[in-house]
């Protein structure tokens, strides 16, 4: 049987300058945010633009899991993401 990994999905309105990604940049606007959990105990964040099809990965993902958890990371993506300025998944 395969082990469910935790994660979590949100719907945020990128800051002012957006959030960074790996293959095209930054994106802004609607975006819909994904934080899941690793079996190596990292998680992966990837972002779309909400309603599209093509997901990226956030800068700096995969990231280190905090000792609070997922969802604190998560919760600190998203302020990240609120806050622009070409949101990268905040470090620890």
Known sequence: MTRQHEQYVDEVLAGPGGAMTDEVG???GDLTVVTAG???GRAD???QYT???EWYVLTGSPA???AAG???LH?????????????EVPKE
Not at 75 to 87: D, I, M, P, T
Request: no cysteine; glycine share 12%; proline share 3%.
């Open 45 to 47: 964040v990837h972002v």
């Open 75 to 87: 919760r600190a993506v998203l302020e990240a993401v609120r806050a622009g300025g070409g949101a």
């Open 38 to 40: 690793r079996a190596d």
């Open 70 to 72: 997922l969802h604190a």
């Open 51 to 53: 309603g599209a099809e």
């Open 64 to 66: 280190s899991v905090p």
């Open 26 to 28: 930054v994106i802004t």
